[in-house]
């Protein structure tokens, strides 16, 4: 299961996170990021823009099939994944292994 939305504490206040399940394709990724925050991440002044909004659907369908294609990796949690002129940035990550 891969979680897109406004991390930290904003999530309890900005709406829930848009939640797939693997495998899914870039064109679910894609309608999952433009429904962030009820829409308005994609069309507020300071939200993301088309090539950023596609750098993270395209990270949420790595993240899937990573979950796929390896089964040792129990979890990731990548917050922040940060957005900016070039491109996105994992400010922060925890990869969980399985102990088998």
Not at 3 to 12: D, K, S, W
Not at 29 to 41: C, E, F, S, T
Not at 42 to 62: F, I
């Amino acid at each position: 299961m891969i979680a897109i939305g406004l991390g930290g504490v904003l999530i309890e206040i900005l709406g829930t996170p848009q939640l797939l399940h693997a495998p899914f394709g870039i064109a679910e990724a894609r309608l999952a990021v433009a429904r962030i925050a009820g829409g308005r991440i994609s069309h507020a002044t300071r939200g993301l823009d088309e090539a950023q909004r596609e750098q993270l659907a395209q990270s949420a369908v790595a993240l899937g099939n990573l979950a796929l294609e390896q089964p040792y990796v129990s979890s990731v949690d990548v917050n922040p994944l940060m957005a900016g002129a070039h491109g996105l940035v994992a400010v922060d990550a925890l990869l969980v292994l399985d102990d088998a």
